[in-house]
Structure formats: C-alpha cells, structure tokens
C-alpha cells in the first residue's frame, strides 16, 4: 500500500468516525458495529458495474459543488464562510481515494495538509487573504523539490530518502500566494529520459498513470498524474514540467488546460532536470483563468536560474491575469493555420472537428490564413510522428534535438544530485547501476519490465556522452535554435512580410511535432480542450503559438477561444471523463 492511499485512509476513516459518533449521538445508540456498515455503497464509493455514464460522481462538499469549480468560486464559497480550507482538502482527498485506484494520478500526499490548512483558515479568519490561491490546494510533479516530509524521486526508487536542500522556487512562491501543497503527482519515470520505448505516465514508484477518459490509452506525458488529477477534479490545479510536450501533451490528452511557458519564465531551480536549454515549468487547470492564477503566482527572476533573467523588461508588471478575456477580443484579431507543418499530419476526424471550431472563431471576427507554414518544415518537422532524434534519423545528428538533451542531461542531472544528501545516487552512472541492480521494478534492461520497453536506452545514451559538449553538440544546438526561431515559428508569424505579425499560429497538439518545434524554440504554447476522439475516447485540444515571452497575447486569445466555446455551446470544448475501461490493467498502454 502506497503512502498516499495510508495516509488517505486514515484521514477518511478519522472524518467518517466522527460523523458517525455524531449520528449516534442524534439516534441515541452506541452500536459501533453497526455504523460502520456501508449501507449505500453507490455512487460515491464503488462504481456501480451496469452503469454506462457517472461512473464516479463527486459529492457535494459541504453543501456546495466542487465538481468542476473555479477558483474563483471557491474564493467566494471561503469568503461567505461556506466553506473552510480543512473541508476543501478533506473532499479533495475523499474524491482522491474515490477514483485514485483507478487512474492512479496521486503518488504521495502532503502528511501536513490538516494543519497547513487550518493555518490558512485562521489567517483568513483574522482577515489576511493573500490572494486568489490563497487557501486552494494544488499538486506538483515528483521532479519538483518540496522541502517538507515529502520524496523528491521523479518516480524512481533510487532516490527515496534523499533529502533535497530547499523548496523548488516555484513551489516556494506558491507557499507565499497561500496555496496548500497537498501532494506530488505521478509521472513518467525520469520524465521519460531514462527510456525511449515505454508506457507513458508508468513509474516505479506510481504505477501506471491512466486517463479516465480511456484507462488503456496513453495518458500523455510526461507530466501524466499532474494533468489527470486535475482533469477528474482531484484538486484544483497542478505544476508539472516540459522539456518537450511533457505540459502541453498530457495536458491535451486529459482536456484541461496547459500553459507551458517561455523557457526562462519560471525557474527551474530545485526540478529535477532534462536540459536545461528547453526544461520550463507550466500549469494544469480546467480553465485559462484558473492556469494563468498560478503562472502569475510562480513566473519571475530567481538568482538560482539564469535563464530567468532574460524575461527581465518583458513581462507585465501587474501579472498575466489582466489579460484574460472575452470572445470579444477575437474581432479583428489574425491568425495562421501552418496547414503542410502540422495540420496535415493530423488525423482527418479529428481536423474537422478542430476547423468547425475554426469557423466559430472566425465568425465571432477574426482572420484566419492558411498555409502560414514554417520555411524549413519539410527538414525539421517528421513526417512520422514525435521524433526528437529526427536529425540523425536523417543521417545529421549534428541537426539532432536529442543530440543537445543527451548531453544537457548528463550534467544537469550531476549538478542537481550534487546538492543532495542522505543519498549513494551522484551520478547517471549510479543511476543505470541502481535500475540494473533491481531489473524487476526499474527494468534496467530491455523485455524485463513491460512498461519500460527498451529498457534505460536513454540513460544509457546520455552515459555514452561523457557530457561532452563538442562541436556536434554545438552545431545541433544552433541548428535546433535557428530553424525553429526566427527561420521557424518567427518567420511563420511574419507571413505579411511587412512588419505586421499574425496574433498566434493556432495548431492541433494532438501531432506532436507541434510541441516539439515550441520546445526546440524554447517557445511558449497554451493548449484548451476541444473535442473527443470518437475512436480512442481520448480528448484533444487546439493549441496557439507564439515567440519568446508571448504569453500575454496567447493568454488574451486563448481565453477568448474559450470564453467563445463555453458561451457558444460547441461541442468543440472539455467534457468530463468517460471512465471507458476503468476495470482494464494493461501495460503498456496503446498509443491511439
């Protein structure tokens, strides 16, 4: 039994003794035995088996909905003394316990929950609210330090029991917005770096991660259990990381919203690293608002991080927040369709429910051209699928992303586990060490362990590097830069030529090539749902890109997108889980 499911079940059991206490109280009875004796085990407990839809309805929490809430409801609810802080945690962790089984989003919960919340409570009560997190519970990735009593592990058991020298910056600003760290979320192990083939969202230590809108489906990641527990409505929001769709992609597949930012936005002091050329830290929310609440609350320079310096006279004093709007701010607004670049490598059903979408957006007043596609596409996009070694598998690994991140890693990893303690793990090769030394859990070798596929191919790959940054590694680094900046994702919103920008490129991120070409950029892309597959059951969202510290105008027109959605009544918008083949267990998971 997990950490987290003890944890839940003693908090749960405590609630539900004291409720039952009360009762017998009113009913006059001290039959233990017997209040104990779950009378009515649908809808909220089990999933009843004949049932096609609700499978997992949420209870109400104190008298008011939680299911699909806002933030800022919930801030109305606290402030009107509907609802407390310690309620609000208590039923996240019942809606945890309901469903975690199932889609297994939470790996570890925060120990001190009850009585952070009770802190945030009395600071309320003594009218100190420190702002629109203030009180609201979020989750983090388990790449992303927390200096509390809980792991820091990126899912891997090799590092249970260290002890990491501080919070991560953006959890350390969350901590001052108010917000409650209730836990750390599940992930693809390593952030997928450690493998090439394998189930995305399975970790040693989590399990396999599952949508709940199709339990044998790739969830996407690699930050799977960040986008699942918001999408079930688990908790509020959720921090998770990108080095290449690790936001956007899971965050698509689980229809929520992701923001994942300019590289050098948020700081990546204290995340377990990848490259540090492409790593960010992005949000997870069921709306826009909801996301750019917490980007505002973690964006910003931090000494430990020297690429956020660069956003330095590029971001907005007052935050992003301001930006967010209405359809209204569609009227006049331009944007490019890179039709050859991505859209035609999407599946056809699926474009077509992307362009009805499309029309709403151009009726509502805005231009869109197609065909405003990248110069150098035909090089730098595969024609088949995600591939961030396309370089070499066109015979130029001196063009290759992958090139430049087997390195990155191989240092960043050594500088991150430097500054850890109560640790043997120093370095990638304790690490290939460590899973070769327990085959059976870390599937250290290939045709082991069914979730890791090709076994620790990429760790291994990044050994072979030595770190060594020579002058393929360079070459690759400007090659990867240039043709997707200003020969890239600039030179498309150019395509007037004449000074005047397209507002956004608006792309499907179900063609992973998308994401991919943003992370080369180090460019940000904001993602909200827009459909389901009718095939896989599997959610898909429309994307807009932009160039370095954009995030205002995406952060303006993707909420207009979806201001449009919602008071339009498209179908073309996020739908609640379907929870098809919520009894399935297999591993890996299919790619569809």
Not at 547 to 572: H, P, R, V, W
Request: contains cysteine; glycine residues 8%.
């Amino acid at each position: 039994m997990s950490a987290f499911r003890a944890l839940a079940i003693v908090a749960i059991l405590q609630l539900a003794f004291r409720r039952s206490l009360q009762q017998q109280v009113v009913n006059g009875t001290d039959d233990l035995g017997m209040s104990q004796i779950l009378e009515t085990p649908f809808p909220y407990y089990f999933p009843e088996h004949n049932r096609t839809t609700s499978l997992f309805p949420m209870e109400m929490c104190n008298g008011v909905t939680l299911e699909e809430a806002t933030i800022d409801q919930l801030q109305d609810y606290m402030s009107n003394d509907k609802l407390t802080t310690s309620q609000l945690v208590m039923c996240y962790l019942q809606r945890q316990y309901q469903t975690d089984g199932y889609v297994d989003a939470v790996l570890q919960i925060n120990p001190d929950f009850m009585s952070i919340a009770a802190a945030l409570d009395a600071e309320r009560a003594a009218g100190r609210v420190r702002g629109p997190l203030h009180g609201i519970p979020f989750l983090i990735k388990d790449n992303i330090a927390s200096k509390d009593k809980m792991e820091t592990t990126a899912g891997s058991c090799a590092l249970l029991g260290s002890l990491v020298p501080r919070d991560a910056h953006v959890v350390s600003m969350l901590r001052e917005a108010g917000a409650l760290l209730m836990g750390k979320a599940t992930l693809s192990e390593w952030a997928d770096m450690r493998s090439n083939n394998y189930s995305e969202g399975y970790s040693a230590r989590g399990g396999q991660a599952r949508s709940a809108y199709n339990l044998t489906v790739n969830p996407g990641g690699s930050s799977s259990g960040s986008a699942i527990a918001v999408s079930v409505n688990q908790i509020m929001f959720a921090l998770g990381t990108e080095t290449d769709g690790s936001v956007i992609n899971p965050a698509e597949r689980n229809a929520v919203v992701g923001i994942k930012p300019t590289v050098g936005l948020t700081s990546r002091a204290g995340v377990i690293p990848e490259s540090t050329h492409q790593d960010t830290v992005g949000t997870f929310a069921r709306t826009v608002r909801d996301a750019v609440y917490v980007l505002d609350a973690i964006y910003g320079p931090d000494f430990r991080d020297n690429y956020t310096a660069a956003q330095i006279g590029k971001t907005p004093t007052d935050g992003y927040v301001q930006y967010v709007t209405d359809k209204s701010a569609l009227e006049g607004a331009v944007f490019g369709l890179p039709w050859q670049s991505f859209w035609a490598l999407n599946d056809p059903a699926q474009n077509e429910q992307l362009l009805a979408l499309i029309r709403l957006i151009e009726d509502a007043g805005a231009t869109v051209i197609n065909g405003t596609e990248l110069p150098d596409y035909q090089t730098i996009v595969s024609p088949d699928g995600w591939n961030w070694d396309y370089g070499t598998t066109r015979g130029f690994p001196n063009e290759s992303e992958y090139t430049v991140v087997k390195v990155d890693f191989y240092n960043n990893i050594a500088a991150y586990l430097s500054e850890l303690e109560n640790t043997n793990i120093k370095s990638l090769a304790d690490l290939v060490q460590y899973n070769n030394d327990n085959l059976g859990s870390e599937g250290g070798a290939p045709g082991i362990n069914p979730a890791f596929g090709s076994g620790q191919d990429g760790f291994i790959a990044s050994l072979a590097t030595g770190g060594i940054m020579n002058d393929t590694y360079w070459q690759a680094l400007d090659f990867c830069q240039r043709t997707t900046r200003e020969d890239g994702i600039d030179a498309a919103l150019n395509y007037f030529n004449n000074g005047t920008k397209l507002d956004a490129l608006l792309v499907p991120p179900d063609v992973g090539q998308t994401y991919q070409i943003a992370a080369q950029a180090g460019y940000p892309m904001i993602t909200v749902p827009a459909g389901v597959n009718a095939v896989s059951l599997m959610p898909f969202g429309l994307a807009l890109m932009n160039t370095a510290f954009s995030e205002a105008t995406l952060i303006k027109y993707a909420s207009a997108i979806e201001d449009l959605q919602f008071s339009s009544g498209a179908m073309q918008q996020r739908t609640l889980p379907s929870w098809s083949g919520y009894l399935d267990r297999n591993i890996p998971l299919i790619n569809a």
